[in-house]
């Protein structure tokens, strides 16, 4: 990985968190650190990392606790670190913005790989995530889109294909999106359904 990364080190261990520090620091990147969850939480609440590198075992709140966290305010990739490699750890660190494991004592060769993975899977997770994001957003459009169809197959007497075609028309005079056409289209109609109940 070429670009420097605002990383946030945590190791409620002094030697741990120094020696991650310094690896780190030496690969071009700026490197802050936290010597537990809370502090961790709050380095990353003020001033938000490119990447979090974190052990799992800490007093207070473990880096599990605090990966969930972050990530409820901002996605932040994280690289959990641990000398444990339980069933019950792993099922856990199985989070989505989880992107990589290291087993201590970690290997300075290991940490670099585990960065650039990271970071390329992170960026493949939100690509995923927006693509989904844009078809649910497509398939509620649709549904806007079908529904006003019918309100103008049966105000304007239309089969389907031509009330489809007038919409898109009127979207293409007015220079607006076919669903925004639509939605005038709704809201127009409980104006109507209002009007007819007074």
Do not use: W
């Amino acid at each position: 990985m070429s670009r420097s990364l605002r990383i946030v080190v945590a190791d409620d261990e002094r030697d741990n968190r120094e020696y991650l520090q310094e690896l780190l620091t030496r690969a071009g990147h700026q490197v802050v650190a936290a010597a537990d969850g809370r502090h961790l939480t709050e380095l990353c609440r003020v001033a938000p990392p490119d990447l979090v590198v974190t052990d799992i075992k800490m007093p207070d709140m473990d880096g599990i606790e605090a990966a969930v966290a972050i990530n409820r305010d901002r996605e932040i990739p994280v690289i959990l670190v641990s000398a444990h490699h339980d069933a019950e750890l792993l099922t856990r660190a199985g989070a989505d913005h989880i992107m990589a494991y290291l087993i201590k004592p970690v290997k300075p060769a290991d940490v670099e790989v585990a960065v650039n993975m990271a970071m390329v899977r992170f960026e493949q997770f939100r690509a995923v995530r927006r693509e989904a994001a844009d078809l649910r957003q497509a398939l509620e459009d649709r549904k806007v889109i079908e529904r006003a169809k019918g309100v103008v197959m049966r105000r304007v007497k239309l089969d389907e294909q031509e009330a489809f075609r007038r919409l898109r028309k009127l979207a293409s005079d007015q220079n607006r999106k076919l669903v925004e056409v639509a939605q005038t289209v709704l809201r127009a109609e409980d104006i109507f359904h209002t009007l007819e109940s007074c």
